[in-house]
């Protein structure tokens, strides 16, 4: 049980914009940054957004993130085939021993 | 260019110890924390723990506390993770990524390693 909660599938034809839900609490979303990461088939996850609606230098402005209150979400626009992957939120979580970084348990982006 | 490299995959057997590496380049290893991550076949990601290489100071997810080791010789730049006694459930993916600090707070894991796979089977 992830501490990060994602709808496990989405999907969407090319050209169609798809939103990827996150939800979270006081100690993680609410109180600190969200990140979310791509993982394409077979490889390494890569930072997609940080901090709620960064995006890293050479990732497409299709992709944005934002949150509210213990929520987030991840929008994809014009979408095309090759952002077929798994989606992952991530936050920091203030627990009582510190600060430990929780993962929602991904999202498989299926393209139609 | 900024990259953290991995050491190949292993097949060990329940009970084993193993010690895995992730050494970086292009950029100064003792500024920035690196961390571990876990995926299970056909499952999600989970945040182990992380070092400093500068000083070794090591923080663990309570669910990996006991289980593994984190270290790291800042002398050639590498970080390990490590088992003394492995079994069929550390059967995983593993990767090592570099967290970036901003103002002193802990901020995104930027670059990430290409994976290790470890498998323990008798």
């Known amino acids: 049980q992830s501490v990060l909660t994602q709808p496990p599938s989405a999907s969407g034809t090319p050209g169609q914009r798809v939103t990827i839900s996150c939800s979270g609490s006081?100690?993680?979303?609410?109180?600190?940054?969200v990140y979310w990461y791509q993982q394409l088939p077979g490889t390494a996850p890569k930072l997609l957004i940080y901090?709620?609606?960064q995006r890293p230098s050479g990732v497409p402005d299709r992709f944005s993130g934002s949150k509210s209150g213990t929520s987030a979400s991840l929008a994809i626009s014009g979408l095309r085939s090759e952002d077929e992957a798994d989606y992952y939120c991530a936050a920091w979580d203030d627990s009582l021993s510190g600060r430990d970084w929780v993962f929602g348990g991904g999202t498989k982006l299926t393209v139609l | 260019e900024v990259q953290l490299v991995q050491s190949g995959a292993e097949v060990k057997k329940p009970g084993e110890s193993l010690k895995i590496s992730c050494k970086g380049s292009g950029y100064s290893f003792t500024s920035y924390w690196i961390g571990w991550v876990r995926q299970m076949p056909g499952k999600g990601l989970e945040w182990m723990g992380i070092?400093?290489?500068?000083?070794?100071?090591?923080r663990y997810s309570p669910s990996f506390q006991g289980q593994v080791t984190i270290s790291a010789d800042k002398s050639i730049s590498t970080a390990y993770l490590q088992w003394s006694s492995l079994k069929a459930s550390d059967t995983a993916m593993y990767y090592c990524?570099?967290?970036?600090?901003?103002?002193?707070?802990?901020?995104?894991?930027?670059?990430w390693g290409q994976g290790t796979m470890v498998t323990v089977s008798s």
């Open positions: 901090r709620n609606n």
């Open positions: 070092i400093y290489p500068g000083d070794s100071d090591t």
């Open positions: 990524a570099r967290l970036v600090v901003v103002g002193g707070s802990p901020d995104a894991f930027d670059i």
């Open positions: 006081s100690s993680n979303i609410g109180s600190n940054y």
